[in-house]
T-cell receptor, first 111, second 114 residues
Framework: DQQVKQNSPSLSVQEGRISILNCDYTNSMFDYFLWYKKYPAEGPTFLISISSIKDKNEDGRFTVFLNKSAKHLSLHIVPSQPGDSAVYFCAASPDGNQFYFGTGTSLTVIP | GAGVSQSPRYKVAKRGQDVALRCDPISGHVSLFWYQQALGQGPEFLTYFQNEAQLDKSGLPSDRFFAERPEGSVSTLKIQRTQQEDSAVYLC????????????FGPGTRLTVL
């Protein structure tokens, strides 16, 4: 049973516009959330994190929003750049160690 | 380099063969994690170590899978009597902190079982 879901397998966005990637989870015990970015033939690269005590974390062009009551988090990238084209995974954990990953969303930023 | 390295990058095994996959974490990282990623899926947790102690192996799919980290640095994931369903990318990650909030991943080993 998939505890972390990314329901959009792909997303296309024009360069300079905002990219919004969504993630839903089912386990209310999850307290740690991560976003990873993955290029082909490489391992995932850590992007940004948030814990359940916050509802927003910002790092440059990347902002993660957490809505605990809705069990939903989202990653906003603004402005989007062609180099952002990759597969994005969200991951959640109850203890900061065993993380459950979503199936990923492939983002294409069109120049 | 200073990142997590894994070897081999690619492994082809005949069904029934044993394989060993190696992970060299970032020096000084306390926690080490193994994941299995099937095609089109996200990484799935297999097991994790804190130093040499294997604290959680609940994700290992069967008793054919065994992981060790005897000296608290390099780790080996061993799969005995490989089956076709073991074909996947095996990812290793390490983390400096005991609570592995930021995990640094290696490039993975792509295992193909024929």
């Amino acid at each position: 049973d998939q505890q972390v879901k990314q329901n959009s397998p792909s997303l296309s966005v024009q360069e300079g516009r905002i990219s919004i990637l969504n993630c839903d989870y089912t386990n209310s015990m999850f307290d740690y959330f991560l976003w990873y970015k993955k290029y082909p033939a490489e391992g995932p690269t850590f992007l940004i994190s948030i814990s359940s005590i916050k509802d927003k974390n910002e790092d440059g062009r990347f902002t993660v929003f957490l809505n605990k009551s809705a069990k939903h988090l989202s990653l906003h990238i603004v402005p989007s750049q062609p180099g952002d084209s990759a597969v994005y995974f969200c991951a959640a954990s109850p203890d900061g160690n065993q993380f459950y990953f979503g199936t990923g969303t492939s983002l294409t930023v069109i120049p | 380099g200073a990142g997590v390295s894994q070897s081999p990058r690619y492994k082809v095994a005949k069904r029934g063969q044993d394989v060993a996959l190696r992970c060299d974490p970032i020096s000084g990282h306390v926690s080490l994690f193994w994941y299995q990623q099937a095609l089109g899926q996200g990484p799935e947790f297999l097991t994790y170590f804190q130093n040499e102690a294997q604290l959680d192996k609940s994700g290992l799919p069967s008793d054919r899978f065994f992981a060790e980290r005897p000296e608290g640095s390099v780790s080996t994931l061993k799969i005995q009597r490989t089956q076709q369903e073991d074909s996947a990318v095996y990812l290793c990650a390490s983390s400096l902190q005991r609570v592995g909030n930021e995990q640094f991943f290696g490039p993975g080993t792509r295992l193909t079982v024929l």
